[in-house]
């Protein structure tokens, strides 16, 4: 399920200077140590960024929904905010949640 503890927001207009700087603590996981993916669902969840392989490419991720992550994550790609960022879905039925999530305003 989706996270629904996430707060919504609009990225447009809301690029802040505080993410010109990142710290960035890179560690490496092996694929083989059983703790690794609870770890970067944890990283993930307080707004921290993860790579991930693709069948071509490494990808760099955040929660959809988390602000500052996403932030984080259009700050560490260099990608200008009037630019969109692809969200992955894990299965079919997750594309109406995120779509319910996005037409709603944002919170607070």
Same mark, same amino acid.
């Given at each position: 399920? %989706? +996270?629904?503890?996430?707060?919504? %927001?609009? %990225?447009?207009?809301?690029?802040?200077?505080?993410?010109?700087? +990142?710290?960035?603590?890179?560690?490496?996981?092996? /694929?083989?140590?059983?703790? #690794? =993916?609870? &770890?970067? !669902?944890? !990283?993930?969840? &307080?707004?921290? =960024? @993860? *790579?991930?392989?693709?069948?071509? !490419? &490494?990808?760099?991720? #955040? =929660? *959809?929904?988390?602000?500052?992550? @996403? =932030?984080?994550? &259009?700050? !560490?790609?260099?990608? +200008?905010?009037?630019? *969109? /960022?692809? @969200?992955?879905?894990?299965?079919?039925?997750?594309?109406?949640?995120?779509?319910?999530?996005?037409?709603?305003?944002?919170?607070?």
């Amino acid at each position: 399920m %989706w +996270p629904t503890t996430a707060r919504r %927001w609009r %990225w447009r207009n809301t690029f802040s200077a505080d993410f010109l700087n +990142p710290v960035v603590n890179t560690e490496v996981l092996s /694929i083989s140590n059983p703790n #690794a =993916l609870r &770890y970067a !669902v944890d !990283v993930l969840r &307080y707004g921290g =960024l @993860v *790579a991930f392989p693709t069948d071509t !490419v &490494y990808g760099v991720g #955040a =929660l *959809a929904f988390h602000r500052e992550a @996403v =932030l984080r994550l &259009y700050t !560490v790609k260099g990608r +200008p905010t009037d630019k *969109a /960022i692809a @969200v992955l879905v894990g299965r079919p039925s997750d594309l109406s949640v995120v779509a319910a999530e996005m037409s709603r305003p944002p919170s607070g």
